[in-house]
């Protein structure tokens, strides 16, 4: 069974509308961490953002948000006020185990987001 | 040099060549990471590295040796590889102990084997 699912393969949204982008994970640690990474076509991974397993609130960093929903096992990234420059692949991970730890991570088949003029 | 470094960027190698791959950390960070990216599928976790002792081995095949002398570089050695370990291979670096401990990931090195 796949640990990060992401069911949107791609996406197209109109400049400056908001997109939201579905992860769903599977996990049976309580102590887990969840990320956002953003990858451009040149290739390198650029992290958004993270949610930890305990953390009540729902992270936010800028244009980006996540709506964590532990009972449903979810972690949508949020991205308002699209930009052209938000075009890319975005990934949804998992890290299982300890905060802070040297876990590797798990990641989703991702999702590549078009944003149209 | 800032981040997290990688060379080659591109590698075309035959089946029966060896070469390596080198990534280096200029962040302090102490747990460095080699994840595969091939076509249409996720991002694979191959090798994990903390203070320099490997701590998990994605039960990856031994024609890719990893190889960690200290904190800030991390080598893959190639040999004997086939045609379906063309992809990209990304380094990754974090620091272990914060709340976060975000990857930074290098720009990758795209293999081609022929």
């Known amino acids: 069974a796949q640990k990060i699912t992401q069911t949107q393969p791609g996406m197209f949204v109109q400049e400056k509308e908001a997109v939201t982008l579905d992860c769903t994970y599977d996990?049976?640690?309580?102590?887990?961490?969840l990320f956002w990474y953003k990858q451009p076509s040149s290739g390198e991974m650029i992290f958004l953002i993270y949610?930890?397993?305990?953390?009540?609130q729902n992270a936010t960093e800028g244009r980006y948000s996540l709506n964590f929903q532990k009972a449903r096992k979810s972690a949508n990234l949020v991205i308002s006020a699209s930009q052209l420059g938000d075009s890319a692949m975005y990934f949804c991970?998992?890290?299982?185990?300890?905060?802070?730890?040297?876990?590797?991570?798990?990641f989703g088949k991702g999702t590549h987001l078009i944003i149209q003029p | 040099e800032t981040g997290v470094t990688q060379t080659p960027r591109h590698l075309v190698m035959g089946m029966t060549n060896k070469k390596s791959l080198k990534c280096e950390q200029h962040?302090?960070?102490?747990?460095m990471y080699w994840y595969k990216q091939s076509a249409k599928k996720p991002l694979e976790l191959m090798f994990v590295?903390?203070?320099?002792?490997?701590?998990e081995n994605n039960s990856v095949p031994s024609r890719f040796s990893p190889e960690c002398p200290n904190s800030s570089h991390l080598f893959l050695h190639l040999h004997t590889l086939q045609p379906e370990d063309s992809a990209l291979y990304l380094c990754?670096?974090?620091?272990?102990?914060?709340?976060?401990?975000?990857?930074?990931f290098g720009p990758g090195t795209r293999l081609t084997v022929l």
């Open positions: 990754a670096s974090s620091q272990t102990g914060t709340s976060v401990s975000e990857q930074f």
């Open positions: 996990t049976s640690d309580q102590s887990y961490g």
């Open positions: 590295y903390n203070f320099k002792e490997q701590t």
């Open positions: 949610q930890g397993s305990y953390d009540e």
């Open positions: 962040l302090g960070h102490n747990a």
């Open positions: 991970a998992m890290r299982e185990g300890q905060r802070g730890g040297a876990d590797g991570l798990t």
